[in-house]
């Protein structure tokens, strides 16, 4: 059985949430107005399992998890929603609740373990500041527990006193995940965790951190634009578009299965024995967060669009076995998804919308 397996099969186990974000909108002010980064979003975070956050750049899923941390920057607006977490609200909690939760119940793995290392520190007593923060423990104990998290991840504990530049992109990314996880977390929030590094380095990082998952019992929320990491990774999945969560449910049935039009262009970007031609990419952009067109948010490039999407806003409608799309034309989908995955399909809604962009303005 691999790793990834028994991770499931973890997964299946306790099906509570463990983290609840319910109608969540942030949004930030800028020069130019006030960007809309999250709407209305809800999610569960499964206990003891992963989910997969995906969508591309600039579509919330950094803001989304920097609102469950707390570290939200100063001109970020929290106009609704609540993030429960064993019963408190994150939302409305005070800088020392927060500070308590925060490393010791719920902590951080983030894209570049080369900044977030102090380079005139070992890594050693970096690790060990990190559970001064929050542990008192005597200079054994300590000293026990970093050779332990080291072990874990795969790095020789003897390079405990080195400092970060004598590390490997990939032993500085194991040490980061040493110290998110030294203090026993319940969820591990990961974001890009290995986008710096090469494939193979970045496939056995994933791998250590299936392990430690069976063995710590650590839920973890995945960030990442690579659909490809999520379907190795998780058990759940969550498409985001436009700062909405617009797809959610088992990673089986929402990559098998897909019901919104965005998740089968993102689908589109897999290598597939199926296809015969190259990945299909979305064309377009997403929209400006400061503007964001009425309606369906994905309506400008999709093939699929029809007037009502234009002028109404699709809600999550459950699509059964906890898979839910926004989408108007749920009911149509499964007879599209063979339509979505042809290249002629993107290729004729990027002319019928740019025609339709030009005949606006
Ligand atoms: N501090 C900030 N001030 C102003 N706007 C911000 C700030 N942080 C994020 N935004 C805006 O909020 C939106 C969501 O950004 P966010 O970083 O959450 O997206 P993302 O999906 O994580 O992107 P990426 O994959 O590139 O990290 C974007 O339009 C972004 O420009």
């Not at 795969?154 to 004598?166: A, F, S």
């Amino acid at each position: 059985m691999t790793g990834n397996q028994n991770n499931r099969d973890a997964d299946e186990a306790d099906d509570s949430a463990l983290v609840d974000i319910t109608d969540l909108s942030i949004r930030f002010r800028t020069k130019r107005g006030m960007a809309n980064a999250l709407e209305s979003v809800s999610l569960a975070v499964p206990r003891k399992a992963s989910m997969g956050l995906v969508g591309e750049s600039g579509c919330g899923k950094s803001t989304l998890m920097k609102a469950v941390i707390g570290v939200l920057s100063e001109n970020a607006e929290v106009t609704s929603g609540s993030v429960m977490y064993n019963g408190t609200d994150l939302m409305r909690a005070d800088a020392e609740a927060l500070r308590s939760i925060r490393w010791s119940e719920i902590s951080m793995i983030t894209q570049s373990a080369l900044n977030s290392l102090n380079p005139v520190m070992t890594v050693g007593d970096q690790i060990i500041e990190a559970i001064q923060a929050h542990r008192h423990m005597s200079k054994a104990d300590l000293n026990n527990l970093v050779v332990k998290m080291l072990t874990l991840v795969g790095v020789d504990p003897r390079r405990m006193h080195d400092y970060p530049h004598q590390f490997s992109g990939g032993m500085r990314q194991r040490a980061i995940i040493a110290m998110s996880l030294v203090l026993n977390p319940e969820l591990v929030l990961a974001d890009e965790p290995t986008t710096s590094l090469d494939m193979i380095v970045q496939d056995q990082i994933f791998r250590s951190i299936r392990d430690l998952q069976v063995q710590l019992g650590f839920s973890m929320l995945l960030v990442t634009h690579d659909l490809a990491v999520v379907i190795e990774n998780c058990s759940r999945i969550a498409v985001m578009y436009a700062g909405q969560i617009v797809e959610e449910g088992s990673v089986a049935s929402v990559v098998g299965a897909p019901f919104h039009p965005y998740t089968l262009g993102l689908k589109n970007s897999l290598p597939s024995i199926e296809r015969m031609h190259e990945p299909i990419a979305i064309p377009g952009a997403p929209p400006d967060p400061i503007a964001m067109p009425p309606g369906c948010r994905f309506a400008p490039r999709c093939p699929f669009a029809i007037p009502r999407c234009r002028e109404q806003r699709p809600n999550l409608e459950q699509m059964g076995d906890g898979h839910a799309s926004a989408c108007h034309r749920n009911a149509d989908m499964p007879g599209l998804r063979m339509e979505a995955a042809e290249f002629s399909t993107w290729a004729r809604a990027s002319e019928t919308n740019h025609a339709s962009q030009e005949s606006i303005s």
